[in-house]
C-alpha cells in the first residue's frame, strides 16, 4: 500500500487537474489558437503562483522568438525577440531542445530583454510539435530561483500548446485546402464556360491573392527576349498593360524561374538591392515566382511579392495549382483554334481548288488565293505577284494598300518604302521554274508563326492552276500550229503538183493530141510522141518527190533503220550513224514517222544554219523508249524561236507523249535529243 500523500500534495494535484481540464476544455470548443494560447499563460500562471508567463514561437531557424501569449504584462504579444548573439533561456533552449533553467540572469549575454524587466530567474520547457520545436513555455521570477520541479509543471501544459497547434494546424489545413479547391472550382468554372482570357486571368490573381493572405499577387505573360506584360494584378505593385524586361544579372525569383523553368522564392531581397528589379524599383523584400507552362514552352508565371514579411511556405504549391489551371485553360484554348485555324485552312484550300477544277480563269484564281490568304492570317494585306526576270509585278491583292499591275525592281526593297514592320513571302514555281509568289505585310503584330506554311499551300494551288493554264495554251498554240502546218503542207502539195506534174501532164496530153492529128494528116509524129514521152518521165518523177515528201519510200519499205540510213547518205555534210542499239523488227508507225522527221529536220538544219563541219546521229531503243539524239560541231546558240522546225518538231513529239530537248550554247555546237515511248512492237510492216 502506497504512502498516503500530504493534503497540500493533494489539493495541488486537484488544481493541476482542474486546470488542465479547464484548457483541455478550450481547446475541445474549437477556440481559435490564441485563446488557446491564453488559456495556458494564464491557467499556468494561476497554479504556479507566478506573475510571469509567457509563450513564445520560433522564427527563422532559430534567429527569432516571437511571443504569442503572456500573463504578467511583461512582454507584449507579437513582440520579436532577436536570438542571434544571445546566451538567454531560449537561445539555449534552440541549441539543447530540452527544458532550460537560468537561477540568476544577471550578467549573461543577451539577457539584456529580461534583466530589463526585473526578472531575475527563468524556467523554459519546449514545446514540441510533430517532433519539432516548435516553441517554448517560459515562467520568470523577480525574487530568485523558481523552485525545483518548476520543469514538470510547465511540460503538462507545454505538452497541451503542442496538441493545440497540432489541432489548430490540422483545422487551418483543412480550411485552406477547402478555400484552395472552392477558389480553383470558380475559375474552373469560368474557364469551363469559355469566359474571356482577361475574365479568367483576373480571377486567377484575385483567388491565388486571397489564398496567400492578401498578398500582392500578378499574372504576367512571357513575351521573349526576357520581357513580360502584365495580364492582371491583386494589390500588385505594377498596372495591368507594363511591359518590363528582367535584366539578365537580376538576383530576384524571375530570373531564377526563366531558367529552370520551376518555382522559384526569394525571402531576402535586401541581400542584393541593386540586382533586383522589384527591391530597386518597388521596394519588394520578399517574392515568390511560378512558371505557367503551356506545351512545354515557358507563356508566363504567377508570382506573389510583399515588403519584407516571409511569405507562407507553401505559397508555392498554393500559387502552382493555379498556374496549372491557367496553363490547361490556355492550351485549351490554343487546341481549340488550332483546329478551328485548320478547319478554315482547308476550307480556303477546298475552295480555291474547286475554282482551279472547273478551269476558271487566272485572274480569279488569283484573286481568290490572295483572299483566302488574308482570310487565314488574321486579315493582313496580301499580294500575289509575277517575276518576269528582272522585275515582279502585282496580279492579284487583297487588304492591300498595293495597286495591282504596280512594278517593281526584283532585288528593290519596296516593303520597307511602303512602311511594313514584317513581311513573309513564298514563290509559287511552275514544273520546275520560278513563276512568281506570294507575300503577306504588317505594320503591327508580326505574321502568325506558321504564316509560310499556310501561304505555301496555296502556292502549291496557284501552281497548278497557272500549270493547267499554261498547258491549255500550249495545247491550244499546238494544235492551231498543227492546223497551219497542215494547211500549209496542202497548200504546197497543190502548189508543187499544179506546177510541177501537172504542168508535165498537161504538156504531156498536148503532145499527144498533135501527134494524134499529125497521124490522121500523114505526117510523121515521132518527134511528138518523144516530146510526150519526155513530159511524162519527168511527171513521173516529180510525184515520186512529192510523195517521197509526204512518206519515204525507203521508210515505208524498209522501216526506220533504212529510211535514216537514206537520210544519212543524202546529208551534204559527213555524217556519223550509230544504230546498234536500234531494236530489230519495226516500230509503230507513228514513232518511227515521227523519229525519221526528227532526224530529217535536224540535219537540215545542221546544213542550213549550224556551219557544221561534221554531224552525228544515235538511235537506241531503251526500256520502252526510243531515243534519238543529233549532234553536230557548228557555232550552237540553235533558237526554237527563229523558224528553224524545232517547233514543229515539238509538236510531233508532245503528241506522242515524248520530250524534245535542246542542248545549243554558243560556240559548242547544237545538240537535239528526243525521247518517244515505244508501247509495242512487230517485226514486220508498219502498224
Request: aromatic letters at 4%; glycine letters at 10%; a negative charge.
Amino acid at each position: 500500500m502506497s504512502p498516503r500523500r500530504p493534503a497540500a500534495s493533494r489539493r495541488y494535484l486537484a488544481r493541476s487537474q482542474a486546470a488542465l481540464r479547464r484548457v483541455t476544455a478550450v481547446m475541445a470548443a474549437g477556440e481559435p489558437p490564441g485563446k488557446v494560447f491564453a488559456a495556458v499563460t494564464a491557467e499556468t500562471s494561476a497554479l504556479l503562483g507566478a506573475g510571469l508567463v509567457a509563450l513564445t514561437r520560433y522564427e527563422g531557424s532559430g534567429t527569432d522568438s516571437v511571443v504569442v501569449a503572456q500573463t504578467g504584462g511583461h512582454l507584449a504579444v507579437g513582440a520579436r525577440l532577436h536570438l542571434t548573439g544571445d546566451d538567454g533561456i531560449a537561445a539555449r533552449m534552440w541549441q539543447s531542445g530540452r527544458a532550460e533553467r537560468i537561477d540568476d540572469c544577471t550578467g549573461i549575454a543577451g539577457a539584456t530583454t529580461t534583466t530589463g524587466l526585473g526578472v531575475r530567474a527563468v524556467v523554459a520547457v519546449p514545446v514540441t510539435v510533430d517532433g519539432s520545436l516548435w516553441g517554448a513555455l517560459s515562467m520568470g521570477s523577480r525574487t530568485g530561483p523558481l523552485p525545483a520541479g518548476t520543469e514538470a509543471r510547465l511540460t503538462r501544459f507545454a505538452e497541451i500548446v503542442g496538441a493545440a497547434v497540432v489541432s489548430a494546424a490540422a483545422r487551418e489545413n483543412f480550411l485552406a485546402l477547402a478555400a484552395e479547391q472552392a477558389a480553383l472550382l470558380r475559375v474552373a468554372a469560368l474557364v469551363a464556360h469559355q469566359a474571356g482570357e482577361t475574365e479568367i486571368f483576373e480571377a486567377v490573381a484575385e483567388e491565388a491573392a486571397r489564398l496567400v493572405q492578401d498578398e500582392a499577387t500578378t499574372l504576367v505573360r512571357y513575351e521573349g527576349n526576357r520581357m513580360f506584360t502584365v495580364l492582371a494584378t491583386r494589390n500588385g505593385p505594377v498596372p495591368v498593360g507594363t511591359r518590363y524586361t528582367v535584366p539578365v544579372d537580376d538576383g530576384g525569383t524571375s530570373n531564377e524561374m526563366m531558367r529552370t523553368l520551376k518555382p522559384a522564392r526569394l525571402d531576402h531581397y535586401d541581400r542584393f538591392p541593386d540586382r533586383s528589379y522589384y527591391c530597386r524599383d518597388l521596394g519588394v523584400g520578399s517574392s515568390v515566382s511560378v512558371p505557367i507552362i503551356v506545351n512545354g514552352r515557358l507563356w508566363g508565371a504567377l508570382g506573389t511579392v510583399n515588403e519584407g514579411r516571409r511569405l507562407p511556405t507553401d505559397t508555392e504549391l498554393r500559387l502552382g495549382k493555379f498556374a496549372e489551371l491557367v496553363a490547361s485553360a490556355l492550351a485549351n484554348v490554343e487546341a481549340h483554334a488550332e483546329l478551328e485555324h485548320f478547319a478554315a485552312r482547308q476550307a480556303a484550300l477546298r475552295r480555291v481548288a474547286e475554282l482551279v477544277a472547273r478551269g476558271a480563269a487566272l485572274d480569279e484564281v488569283f484573286d481568290a488565293v490572295a483572299t483566302e490568304a488574308s482570310n487565314i492570317l488574321g486579315e493582313p494585306a496580301v499580294d500575289l505577284f509575277r517575276y518576269d526576270g528582272t522585275h515582279r509585278t502585282v496580279v492579284a491583292t487583297c487588304r492591300s494598300s498595293v495597286p495591282v499591275g504596280f512594278r517593281t525592281r526584283a532585288e528593290g526593297g519596296s516593303a520597307g518604302a511602303l512602311g511594313v514592320g514584317a513581311l513573309v513571302a513564298v514563290p509559287i514555281v511552275v514544273e520546275g521554274q520560278l513563276w512568281g509568289g506570294v507575300s503577306t505585310t504588317t505594320q503591327g503584330e508580326p505574321p502568325p508563326a506558321d504564316a509560310e506554311d499556310r501561304l505555301a499551300e496555296l502556292a502549291e494551288i496557284a501552281a497548278a492552276a497557272i500549270a493547267n493554264a499554261q498547258n491549255k495554251e500550249e495545247l491550244r498554240a499546238s494544235r492551231a500550229r498543227v492546223v497551219a502546218t497542215a494547211n500549209e503542207v496542202r497548200q504546197r502539195l497543190q502548189r508543187d503538183v499544179h506546177d510541177g506534174a501537172q504542168q508535165r501532164l498537161v504538156q504531156t496530153v498536148l503532145s499527144l493530141k498533135l501527134g494524134l492529128d499529125a497521124a490522121d494528116r500523114g505526117e510523121d509524129t515521132v518527134e511528138l510522141m518523144r516530146e510526150a514521152l519526155q513530159h511524162a518521165e519527168r511527171a513521173t518523177v516529180e510525184l515520186r518527190d512529192i510523195v517521197h515528201g509526204i512518206l519515204p519510200v525507203a521508210l515505208a519499205r524498209g522501216g526506220l533503220r533504212a529510211g535514216i540510213d537514206s537520210l544519212v547518205t543524202a546529208a551534204a555534210i559527213p555524217v556519223d550513224l550509230d544504230l546498234s542499239a536500234l531494236p530489230a523488227g519495226r516500230l509503230p508507225s507513228d514513232v518511227e514517222v515521227t523519229a525519221y522527221f526528227v532526224v530529217a529536220e535536224a540535219l537540215t538544219n545542221v546544213v542550213k544554219h549550224a556551219h557544221a563541219t561534221r554531224a552525228r546521229v544515235t538511235v537506241a531503243g531503251e526500256a520502252g523508249q526510243l531515243v534519238v539524239q543529233i549532234t553536230d560541231d557548228g557555232v550552237g546558240g540553235a533558237d526554237p524561236r527563229a523558224g528553224s522546225g524545232l517547233t514543229g518538231l515539238s509538236d510531233r513529239v508532245d503528241a506522242l507523249d515524248g520530250t524534245l530537248t535542246l542542248s545549243s550554247a554558243g560556240g559548242a555546237g547544237t545538240t537535239v535529243r528526243v525521247v518517244l515511248p515505244t508501247p509495242g512492237t512487230r517485226p514486220g510492216g508498219l502498224r
